[in-house]
């Protein structure tokens, strides 16, 4: 799946605030190991303005219900810790 319908996907998951298995698996797919190459992980520093629009609430709440369904399946305390493409976006 290309970024931007990966975009779309977690809009959705934020529209909804509800993130099934599959979409889960989509976006994480090397769960329950977190390889860094997840297109969640390129939103950086550098590009994070690129995926400010007028959904951006939407994008955030949808990594925001990923993170936390990856929290409560792996039983981590951290979520994605400071690897969290949210905050480069609200930086931003």
Known sequence: MDNINQMLLLKGIGKRMLCLESEFL????????????????TIGWANAVRYIDQE?????KG???LEILYKNK?????????LSPSYKIFKN
């Open 63 to 65: 990594l925001h219900v």
């Open 26 to 41: 989509t976006l994480l797919p090397n769960y329950p190991i977190l390889k860094g190459n997840e297109f969640i992980f």
């Open 74 to 82: 792996t039983q981590y305390d951290f979520g994605f810790g400071s």
């Open 56 to 60: 951006v609430e939407l994008l955030i």
